[in-house]
């Protein structure tokens, strides 16, 4: 019987999430420990991202090693889960038979059981059902003792944008109601923990059902979850434009707690793209948003997505992405070349653009990305940020690390008093990724 387990994690925040679930059961069911050496794991987790291409290929080369690791050990067991699963089902069995469990993102909280079954009949075992919203009924609370911690809201993604994968992988649209995800923060602070992360593929096409049957809006989770004393500051990703209500947009001026950051992918600048992609705003409705988030918190950071090389891209369409970068100036944003997913409806589109002219464009765009990211940090030497030292630095020594609303990391020198506290800080030195600060009294 198998008594350490290794999760390899790919892809977004949910998996990472899904990954600390996954292990949750293991240990608490199976009573398994972690280890971050395969070789000495009797159980090897992949949780599998097949957003776009790479992540899936890559799934698939990790298995060829592991397979090897079989050889010499033959109780070992080899379990692939999250998006790859969900979408391939059996044919991963059928391309990589040594594999041993199939889970998909939605029934995670049975692994224990597939592992338990798979004992018993000495057959691989595949779940990749949507039994709803169940799996929250069924994870171990969370024990870590971090003062940050995530909490999933709401599951799948119902907008199926002409690209993605998220609707098929992870299903539709389904919140958790209200009072399960507040207990579940309640019961973090009980750990220590002080600042939340609210996630989700769309958060803010959250509608949770309430205790007495009425229907809350992310705007009314998010003033529910500033009710929490000890929670100090919340965030959440990802947010959808089509999904920013003006309740959701004033909650920036009436939560203080609220980091003054979001990410809201805008996917390109072009409005014939944005209709081929299926986002269902337009460039000016984008900006709209954004003009409005900037009335009522000026000093916003703002994070993006964009797609480079979506199919037939013209270089004109390509220039209004660049032209929005600029208009906008995001803080930092995200960019992917465009990879055509099996099933969705842009895979069938004939792409008359050449990859070379593509590869020319994404780092056309991730050179201007550069430059406008160093330009928002260096723009915060000087200023004061709320930051929430968490801990300590593992290549410098006796420093304390933490983060500011905008996700940028500041280091101060050691000082235990402050370890997961939230502090006022002053920049004094700005570079590339880390920030230094000074404490002010
Ligand atoms: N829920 C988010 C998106 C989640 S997927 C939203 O509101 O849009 C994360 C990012 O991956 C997307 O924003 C998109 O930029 C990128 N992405 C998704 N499918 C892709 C594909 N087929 N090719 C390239 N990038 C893709
Ligand atoms: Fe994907 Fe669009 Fe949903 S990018 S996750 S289908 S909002």
Redesign the pocket.
């Known amino acids: 019987m198998a008594n350490k387990y290794y999760i390899k994690t790919f892809g977004?925040q949910m998996n990472e999430y899904d990954s600390e679930k996954i292990g949750a059961v293991l240990s608490k069911k199976n009573q398994l420990t972690s280890t971050s050496d395969p070789n000495e794991a009797d159980l090897i987790i992949l949780n599998t991202c097949s957003?776009?291409e790479k992540a899936e290929v890559k799934v698939f080369s990790d298995l060829g090693r592991f397979r090897e690791l079989k050889a010499s050990n033959p109780n070992l067991r080899i379990a692939v889960g999250g998006c790859v699963a969900s979408q391939e089902g059996e044919n991963i069995i059928k391309r990589a038979p040594f594999v041993d469990l199939v889970f998909g993102p939605q029934s995670l909280h049975r692994v224990s059981d597939l592992l338990n079954q798979r004992e018993i009949s000495g057959k691989p075992q595949i779940d990749i059902s949507f039994p709803e919203i169940e799996k929250f009924d069924h994870l171990p609370a969370d024990e870590s003792t971090r003062s940050s911690a995530s909490v999933s809201i709401m599951e799948g993604?119902s907008?199926y944008?002409s690209?993605?994968?998220?609707p098929y992988t992870r299903g539709e649209e389904i919140s958790r109601p209200l009072e399960g995800v507040l207990n579940e923060i309640v019961r973090l602070t009980f750990n220590g923990v002080s600042e939340i992360t609210l996630l989700g593929?769309?958060v803010n096409a959250y509608r949770g059902v309430m205790s007495n049957g009425e229907i809350a809006d992310f705007s009314i989770l998010l003033e529910y979850v500033a009710e929490i004393d000890e929670i100090k500051r919340i965030r959440f990703t990802?947010?959808?434009p089509n999904e920013m209500t003006d309740n959701l947009i004033n909650c920036f001026k009436s939560i203080d707690k609220l980091a003054k950051a979001i990410h809201l992918?805008m996917?390109s600048g072009s409005d014939r793209v944005l209709s081929a992609m299926k986002r269902n705003y337009t460039s000016i409705e984008y900006k709209s948003i954004i003009r409005k988030l900037r009335k009522v918190c000026p000093d916003i950071s703002l994070t993006s997505?964009?797609?480079i090389g979506f199919p037939n891209e013209t270089d004109l369409e390509f220039m209004s992405t660049l032209n929005v970068m600029k208009e906008l100036e995001f803080d930092y944003s995200?960019s992917?070349?465009?990879?055509?997913?099996p099933g969705?409806p842009?895979s069938y589109i004939e792409d008359n653009i050449l990859n070379t002219i593509k590869q020319q464009r994404l780092e056309v765009f991730q050179n201007l990305n550069a430059t406008q990211g160093r330009k928002y940090t260096e723009s915060m030497k000087g200023t004061v940020q709320r930051v929430l030292f968490d801990h300590y630095s593992v290549k410098k020594k006796d420093t304390l690390l933490g983060k500011t609303d905008n996700n940028r990391v500041v280091e101060i020198a050691s000082n235990s008093d402050l370890l997961n506290k939230f502090v006022s800080v002053r920049i004094v030195q700005a570079e590339e990724k880390n920030l230094k600060g000074e404490i002010l009294a």
């Open positions: 977004c957003i776009r993604c907008k944008c690209f993605c994968v998220v593929q769309n990802t947010s959808h992918p996917q997505d964009f797609i995200y992917f070349l465009y990879s055509p997913r969705t842009a």
